[in-house]
Structures are given as structure tokens and as C-alpha cells.
């Protein structure tokens, strides 16, 4: 269906605020057509005709419901994992003429038309974290550098256009979200916000949206002077707000950092206490606490972050439990060789060698299927194929000293 789409991706305890977001965008724009891409079982008694959105989406919907994959995932992960595909979704099965990701946790005030325009100007549409350069040395740690580790744009926002150059943008970030969507800072990854440090390279005609009304939240309130009410309207920097970010509130870092940078500004603590109100208007007291399906394995225990980062890393471990998630056979329950064979609490070391673990057998099965294939090639001839299976097979005793 043609026209302007808007998603959000949530687990069930953030549908409060995914309620709040969609009721936000219809106040000022009834036109977008609003998504609802759930990685989580629906709350009892949940209608989708008696929510504020058109669709629902689910991972099965993108092609996502192999067990491994979802187990790969931590929720916040998987969470962002499924936004490049859910983008690929709406652009190519609903025909979409401009898509716009907002997360759950932001309010839109206004201003919607120009974000609307500005993909007619560019295939897609970005916001940084921050705009102007910090003068204070606290403010460059807290933000210049907390950006430098998780990206320089904010994913929390994305615009794209279905015309050819922005399904490239979402094909590729689809692609690189499949596979590596994780929070893994040592190997450069945070979610599927550091990869689009690289779009404005490869993609020239993306737009940097740097109004200071779009996006406002507390990593950049060091530049933006917030004035005015929620009754007579919101001003940053004498203009009208177009959207707030409240991130972080679950885990309290929003009202710190709030107080940290915004001081006593009375327009900032009217916009949270509002955000409040209407969380626990759309059910937050309720569903706040919800835990997600993919949080714990099928028998209930829940799923620790090193349980998954050593599966995802251990192809004899995806072999051997297709369905990590099970524990009704102890044969076949990864759960189970956790427990007998995985590695020790506390133990940083036994897990690091655990992770290592099986990298022998695989590059092992990597030299034998080479062999093969050299052994079968009429083409080589007899001398050719000795030259090169005289050093495979010292490579493959030498793989046979490694773990696995």
C-alpha cells in the first residue's frame, strides 16, 4: 500500500510506550500508516483493531523464526535486528512511497510535513547524536566519546525513500543487521546503530538531518535551549519541537542524565512528567514488568548474555542444537550441555576457552572437504595434487592440536 508507513520495534512490557508513540503520530498526521513489528508474544486479550495501529508485525513475518538465530540474540538485540528487514518489508509487500522508524520511546510533537519533504530531497534521513562540539571536558566524555562507542547517529529515528537508492540503503543494512546485529563493543558492533556510520560513504544522497527540533533528548540538551509549555507549545532554540526521544527511562539513566544537563528547566521536567502520565495511561504498571519469550528458554530459566555470545560463536553448538531454546530432551537440550560441560561461573578464562572451543573441528572439516575436492580434480593430474595435499595434510594434524 502506497502512501507514508511508520514502525516501531518493541517486546511486550514496551508496548505502553509504543501506544503513546503511535497516538503521537496520528494527533498530528492521521495519514501515516503505523506499524507494529512485535519480537514477543502478544499480552492476553491483545486486539490489534483496538490498538493505534494499522499492522502487525512479527519475526516470522521477515523470515526470522529460525530458534538459532533468535537465540543468537539478546531481546535489545533482536529488537533492532529485525528494523532492516522490517524497512525491506514495508518498502518492496506494501509498496511504501517513504518509511520512518521511530522508537517506541518517543513522542512526536509536530513538524511531520518536513520530515515527509525532506525525503523527497534524499533517500534517506539521519540524525546525529550531536550537532555542535562540546566546550566542557564532562559533557565531551558523557557525549562526543559515548558516541564515538555507539555511533555518531542516532537509530532511535530513520527515514527512507522507496525509490531505487533507498532500498539500497535498506538492503544493505538489512544484510548487515542478519548477521551482525550484536553489542559487542570490542569488535566495533553496537546493535544496528554503528553501521550507519558508514551509510553517508556509501550512500551520497542520504540527508544528515541536524534541526535541532528533531530528536531532542538528553545527550544533546547541552545546545538545545527547551522553552515554552506542553499547553502554549515547546521551543528548542526559539522553534518548534518536532519530536522528543525519552530514552532510558526504564532503566533511570533518562532522569540523571535529565538532571545532569538539563538542570532545573522547568519545560524538561513538564515534558517527563507528561511521559509518564502517559506511559501509565497506555498500561505500563500493567505490562512494564512483562517478561519477553525469547528471554528465557522453554522451561522458564532465563537465558544468560554468555550463553548466547558462546553459542553464536560455536558452529558445532548450532549443529548440535538446532532448537537452543528446548529442554524437554536432555539429549538434545543445549540448556543441559550447559550445564554439564559449559563453563564455570565466574570463570572468564574457561569461558573464553569455551568460545574457542570447536574451532579445530571446523577448520578440520574445512581441510578434509578441500582434500576431497583436490583428490577429485582430473585437472590437477598426479603431481599437482601431491604438491597441494603434502601441506594440507600437515595442516590438518596441526588443526587436530586445536580445542575441539
Same mark, same amino acid.
Given at each position: 500500500?502506497?502512501?507514508?508507513?511508520?514502525?516501531?520495534?518493541?517486546?511486550?512490557?514496551?508496548?505502553?510506550?509504543?501506544?503513546?508513540?503511535?497516538?503521537?503520530?496520528?494527533?498530528?498526521?492521521?495519514?501515516?500508516?503505523?506499524?507494529?513489528? @512485535? /519480537?514477543?508474544?502478544?499480552?492476553?486479550? &491483545?486486539?490489534?483493531?483496538?490498538?493505534?495501529?494499522?499492522?502487525?508485525?512479527?519475526?516470522?513475518?521477515?523470515?526470522?523464526?529460525?530458534?538459532?538465530?533468535?537465540?543468537?540474540?539478546?531481546?535489545?538485540? =533482536? /529488537? *533492532?535486528?529485525?528494523?532492516?528487514?522490517?524497512?525491506? %518489508?514495508? =518498502?518492496? #509487500?506494501?509498496?511504501?512511497?517513504?518509511?520512518?522508524?521511530?522508537?517506541?520511546?518517543?513522542?512526536?510533537?509536530?513538524?511531520?510535513?518536513?520530515?515527509?519533504?525532506?525525503?523527497?530531497?534524499?533517500?534517506?534521513?539521519? *540524525?546525529?547524536?550531536?550537532?555542535?562540539?562540546?566546550?566542557?571536558?564532562?559533557?565531551?566524555?558523557?557525549?562526543?566519546? /559515548?558516541? =564515538?562507542?555507539?555511533?555518531?547517529?542516532?537509530?532511535?529515528?530513520?527515514?527512507?525513500? $522507496?525509490?531505487?537508492?533507498?532500498?539500497?540503503?535498506?538492503?544493505?543494512?538489512?544484510?548487515?543487521?542478519?548477521?551482525?546485529?550484536?553489542?559487542?563493543?570490542?569488535?566495533?558492533?553496537?546493535?544496528?546503530?554503528?553501521?550507519?556510520?558508514?551509510?553517508?560513504? &556509501?550512500?551520497?544522497?542520504?540527508?544528515?538531518?541536524?534541526?535541532?527540533?528533531?530528536?531532542?533528548?538528553?545527550?544533546?540538551?547541552?545546545?538545545?535551549?527547551?522553552?515554552?509549555?506542553?499547553?502554549?507549545?515547546?521551543?528548542?532554540? $526559539?522553534?518548534?519541537?518536532?519530536?522528543?526521544?525519552?530514552?532510558? &527511562?526504564?532503566? $533511570?539513566?533518562?532522569?540523571?542524565?535529565?538532571?545532569?544537563?538539563?538542570?532545573?528547566?522547568?519545560?524538561?521536567?513538564?515534558?517527563?512528567?507528561? %511521559?509518564?502520565?502517559?506511559?501509565?495511561?497506555? $498500561?505500563?504498571?500493567?505490562?512494564?514488568?512483562?517478561?519477553?519469550?525469547?528471554?528465557?528458554?522453554?522451561?522458564?530459566?532465563?537465558?544468560?548474555?554468555?550463553?548466547?555470545?558462546?553459542?553464536?560463536?560455536?558452529?558445532?553448538?548450532?549443529?548440535?542444537?538446532?532448537?537452543?531454546?528446548?529442554?524437554?530432551?536432555?539429549?538434545?537440550?543445549?540448556?543441559?550441555?550447559?550445564?554439564?560441560?559449559?563453563?564455570?561461573?565466574?570463570?572468564?578464562?574457561?569461558?573464553?576457552?569455551?568460545?574457542?572451543?570447536? %574451532?579445530?573441528?571446523?577448520?578440520?572439516? &574445512?581441510?578434509?572437504?578441500?582434500?576431497?575436492?583436490?583428490?577429485?580434480?582430473?585437472?590437477?593430474?598426479?603431481?599437482?595434487?601431491? /604438491?597441494?595435499?603434502?601441506?594440507?595434510?600437515?595442516?590438518?594434524?596441526? #588443526?587436530?592440536? @586445536?580445542?575441539?
Amino acid at each position: 500500500m502506497a502512501g507514508v508507513h511508520a514502525f516501531t520495534s518493541i517486546t511486550t512490557n514496551y508496548l505502553p510506550k509504543a501506544r503513546g508513540l503511535a497516538e503521537s503520530i496520528r494527533r498530528h498526521d492521521p495519514g501515516f500508516r503505523i506499524h507494529l513489528v @512485535l /519480537c514477543d508474544d502478544p499480552p492476553p486479550g &491483545f486486539d490489534l483493531a483496538a490498538e493505534p495501529f494499522d499492522g502487525l508485525i512479527t519475526p516470522a513475518d521477515l523470515g526470522l523464526d529460525d530458534p538459532g538465530w533468535l537465540f543468537s540474540h539478546s531481546v535489545v538485540e =533482536l /529488537c *533492532t535486528a529485525v528494523k532492516g528487514p522490517a524497512l525491506q %518489508y514495508l =518498502l518492496a #509487500a506494501q509498496g511504501a512511497d517513504k518509511v520512518f522508524y521511530f522508537d517506541p520511546d518517543i513522542a512526536v510533537f509536530g513538524r511531520l510535513e518536513e520530515l515527509v519533504a525532506a525525503l523527497d530531497r534524499h533517500c534517506a534521513l539521519l *540524525t546525529p547524536h550531536q550537532c555542535v562540539p562540546e566546550v566542557d571536558d564532562e559533557a565531551v566524555r558523557a557525549n562526543e566519546i /559515548c558516541s =564515538l562507542r555507539h555511533g555518531v547517529f542516532n537509530l532511535g529515528f530513520l527515514g527512507v525513500r $522507496g525509490d531505487a537508492e533507498g532500498r539500497r540503503v535498506a538492503d544493505w543494512w538489512a544484510e548487515r543487521l542478519r548477521s551482525y546485529c550484536f553489542d559487542e563493543p570490542q569488535r566495533g558492533l553496537f546493535t544496528d546503530q554503528r553501521w550507519m556510520d558508514l551509510a553517508p560513504c &556509501f550512500f551520497p544522497d542520504i540527508g544528515i538531518l541536524r534541526d535541532p527540533g528533531f530528536n531532542v533528548a538528553t545527550w544533546n540538551l547541552t545546545h538545545r535551549q527547551v522553552t515554552g509549555s506542553l499547553r502554549d507549545g515547546v521551543r528548542i532554540n $526559539g522553534e518548534p519541537l518536532g519530536f522528543y526521544h525519552f530514552s532510558g &527511562f526504564d532503566s $533511570g539513566a533518562q532522569e540523571r542524565m535529565l538532571a545532569r544537563f538539563g538542570g532545573d528547566n522547568p519545560t524538561l521536567w513538564e515534558l517527563r512528567a507528561w %511521559y509518564l502520565a502517559e506511559c501509565d495511561r497506555h $498500561g505500563q504498571a500493567e505490562l512494564g514488568a512483562y517478561g519477553a519469550r525469547w528471554s528465557r528458554f522453554d522451561d522458564g530459566t532465563p537465558i544468560e548474555t554468555r550463553q548466547r555470545v558462546l553459542y553464536r560463536s560455536r558452529p558445532d553448538l548450532q549443529r548440535a542444537f538446532p532448537d537452543p531454546f528446548a529442554t524437554a530432551d536432555p539429549r538434545a537440550s543445549y540448556l543441559q550441555w550447559w550445564r554439564v560441560e559449559g563453563p564455570t561461573d565466574g570463570d572468564a578464562g574457561s569461558f573464553r576457552a569455551a568460545v574457542d572451543a570447536g %574451532y579445530g573441528r571446523v577448520l578440520g572439516e &574445512f581441510l578434509d572437504y578441500t582434500a576431497a575436492r583436490i583428490r577429485r580434480s582430473p585437472r590437477l593430474g598426479r603431481l599437482g595434487r601431491a /604438491c597441494l595435499l603434502g601441506p594440507l595434510a600437515l595442516a590438518r594434524r596441526l #588443526a587436530r592440536m @586445536l580445542p575441539g
